[in-house]
């Protein structure tokens, strides 16, 4: 597996998201500041993209996910608020999660490219990247967290628990080495990952 520098990372991912977000791709991207994590979460909120960890990692490695690897992330809790429970009392960590019910119901609220893909069977394609950072002590017993993907990370992980003999794997880039530069990564809620280093 490849790494990437944190201009490959945003690139690849803005090729998705755009996509995704019928969002046009940058025209002045060449010369955003690749060096300055800050001044890109600046570029991003700006074209309308998610800021911070993308912008917070120096280095990533791109990683290919299996089941046993899927079951090692964690994801947002906030997907499940469509159910009649709450939220904060599903765990986040997707080898606890698949034991609830909310993992075997879910789907998303409004249409996508990637959910009937999935849900039919097909592979999962490599320029839908998951984007994951290590894990929080407070998402623990998860390695992994997907800061970008939750949904097609539950649909495919769903897949391979319900299909045991498939065995598919993910495309998806972890971040590797934070930016202690990062204003973001140096707050409050993230700084503990800068010393998983």
Known sequence: MKCLTRKDLITAYLSYDARKKNNPI??????WPWSDPNALDLELKRHGFKPGVIAGYK????????RECLLDCA??????????????NLPRALNELIHHRVFHQWKPNQPTEWYEWLESGNPFP???PLILRPAKKSEAPA?????DGSGRAVCFLRRLVNHPKENGVA????????????????GP???ELLNLV
Not at 171 to 186: A, N
């Open 26 to 31: 940058p025209k002045n991207i060449a010369d």
């Open 59 to 66: 280095t990533w490695q791109e990683v290919q996910l299996s």
């Open 75 to 88: 994801v947002v809790k906030n997907m499940f608020h469509d159910f009649q429970l709450p939220s904060e």
């Open 126 to 128: 490599d320029d839908w």
């Open 143 to 147: 390695k992994y967290y997907v800061e």
């Open 171 to 186: 495309m998806g880039y972890l971040g590797v080495e934070p930016d202690s530069e990062s204003r973001f990564m140096s």
């Open 189 to 191: 809620e993230f700084r």
